[in-house]
């Protein structure tokens, strides 16, 4: 009802009123099964025709689950529940809804990415009965198994949900008619067949089996039949190769195949015209997906987002870049090219027109071609972005980052953690989340040195420099080892609007002057099983700061978190 009530500002106290006496005609009563439902079929009616919609496609998800925001709004759009608007892409619209949802306390924000924005979200039990309620009532959507009892549909099951096999209430599609199924997702390692053979494949647009144990490649046969899909997310099942059939797929807008064994795309990929996120590899092993050898005849044009990839010395695929006219996103996990060479140039040139036509996100990986260090000698900086990501090997940052006023997240390679960097970049009006991060081998020597390298430069620790950072909420370190940290300087004013501070480190030197920020509330601190006892001391000393403090400073200490 808070919810509600917030998000009609122009409403006033009588009509409050007069909604308060509707819903709860005695003026004393305790709060009754019959009264939640009351508030919740009038906070249900208030919604607009599009946000019901969009509310009631929540009971897809078992109960209790931890759901990604992109993976629902991507789907949204994919049943056409969302469409450009009013100059707004689909995906601006579809944002939009979300906030919504999120404001009338429909939906809880569980995580949050470090762009601040919702990562991931659960619905409270109560709020998702009411929905599968509806969606039964309506048949919207058909849910198999899981926690609901739900009555075998009498009409055309139009949405199916196949949940946990482990369920008291049966996981059979026995007796349904499923030749009019439009989207199908599955959840759960059951190991038992999905019921293709029942599927009329002509009208299927969102198959979602992502974490489902029991698909095999020999199911891409049947997946490739269905020609008119527009969702389609294999992400962590055990398929290892994506047929050239896939070409027939004509109406796809979403490819997911990130954490799974693919590790190269067939040709028949660039025949994708309508495309829009193509999604591979594996973010946290920087497992790549190899793109086609041969350059694409026509042009992706509606492709928006490309990530997870490998470039490769043979790679044509660096040709293509530059026709992807649409390219928001651009993750590159793996570069395995030849410093100097033509891939390398030809790359180079590539990044440089995509960034000036419109590319908003960034992120390279680069372990040995030298080619984030070449970023520098890019004519015109990349005015557009608001998320870079340059990690690997890192001599310096390029001296145009200065100038993107527009950035807003900020990853670098810790073999950069300097003074002087914090000095390039402090200036940067809008930078919410700043990370120093390292994605080589643990044992690598190269990296060690180079910090230590780097300490030296200001007297054994790196100082953030006082002044700037108007707008950084988030300061993040992951590496191996995280240098001796100081923020203190006397009478003047250092990251003013900084929250949060997360450290992941084996070894650990200490960070000083935390008393001074102002806003900082939190330091999540995860030390690694191989950290040394004087780094576990540091740590310890840290917690117990505040004892020996004066309490004008111990009032200010932040909450020290430690994993």
Request: glycine share 6%; with cysteine.
């Amino acid at each position: 009802m808070a919810g509600l009530v917030a998000c009609n500002p122009t409403k006033d106290n009588d009509h409050w009123r007069k909604v308060c006496k509707s819903l709860f005609p005695e003026q004393v009563a305790p709060l009754t099964l019959e009264g939640v439902t009351r508030i919740l079929d009038y906070c249900y009616n208030d919604l607009p025709a599009d946000l019901k919609t969009c509310s009631l496609y929540l009971s897809i998800f078992p109960k209790g689950s931890k759901i990604s925001k992109k993976r629902l709004t991507r789907r949204w759009i994919s049943e056409c529940f969302v469409a450009e608007k009013q100059g707004l892409s689909a995906e601006e619209v579809a944002e939009t809804y979300f906030n919504q949802l999120v404001s009338r306390k429909i939906i809880r924000p569980v995580d949050h990415s470090s762009n601040g924005k919702v990562k991931s979200f659960k619905v409270h039990d109560m709020i998702l009965e009411y929905i599968v309620s509806k969606s039964s009532e309506e048949n919207f959507i058909t849910i198999v198994g899981g926690h609901w009892l739900m009555p075998t549909p009498s009409n055309k099951v139009r949405r199916l949900s196949m949940q946990s096999s482990g369920s008291k209430h049966g996981n059979s599609t026995k007796g349904m008619n499923l030749s009019q199924v439009r989207s199908l997702t599955a959840f759960g390692s059951q190991n038992r067949r999905l019921p293709f053979h029942s599927f009329n494949n002509g009208i299927i647009q969102v198959l979602d089996l992502e974490g489902w144990k029991g698909l095999t490649d020999k199911h891409m046969n049947d997946i490739c039949k269905m020609l008119v899909l527009k969702y389609l997310s294999l992400r962590r099942t055990e398929v290892s190769e994506i047929p050239s059939k896939i070409e027939k797929l004509q109406y796809l807008e979403t490819l997911d195949i990130r954490e799974t064994n693919v590790g190269v795309l067939p040709k028949a990929f660039g025949q994708l015209k309508q495309l829009r996120s193509m999604l591979g590899g594996n973010k946290n092993t920087k497992k790549a997906l190899k793109l086609p050898h041969e350059k694409n005849k026509e042009p992706m044009k509606a492709l928006r987002i490309l990530s997870g990839i490998e470039i490769g010395e043979d790679s044509s695929a660096v040709a293509s870049l530059h026709q992807l006219t649409g390219l928001r996103k651009l993750a590159i996990y793996k570069l395995n090219i030849r410093e100097g060479g033509q891939t390398f140039k030809q790359l180079r040139s590539s990044i440089e027109y995509r960034c000036s036509c419109g590319l908003q996100t960034l992120a390279i990986n680069d372990e040995s071609s030298n080619f984030i260090n070449s970023l520098d000698t890019m004519t015109t900086p990349p005015r557009y972005i608001i998320g870079l990501e340059l990690s690997g090997k890192m001599e310096r940052p390029p001296q145009w980052i200065k100038e993107l006023n527009n950035l807003y997240k900020l990853t670098l390679s810790v073999t950069v953690l300097r003074t002087d960097t914090f000095k390039l970049i402090q200036d940067l009006p809008k930078l919410f989340t700043l990370t120093f991060t390292l994605s080589a081998a643990k044992d690598d020597r190269d990296i060690v040195d180079i910090l230590e390298e780097n300490k030296q430069l200001t007297d054994r620790e790196i100082i953030i420099p006082p002044g700037g950072f108007k707008s950084l909420k988030l300061l993040r370190f992951f590496a191996t080892m995280v240098p001796r940290l100081s923020f203190a300087v006397t009478g003047k004013e250092v990251m003013p609007a900084l929250e949060r501070i997360d450290m992941r480190f084996e070894a650990f030197e200490g960070i000083y002057g935390i008393e001074t920020l102002e806003s900082l509330q939190e330091v999540h601190l995860s030390v690694g099983n191989q950290a040394d006892e004087i780094t576990k001391f540091l740590v310890d000393d840290l917690k117990d700061t505040p004892k020996y403090l004066d309490q004008k400073y111990a009032s200010k200490w932040p909450k020290i978190i430690t994993e």
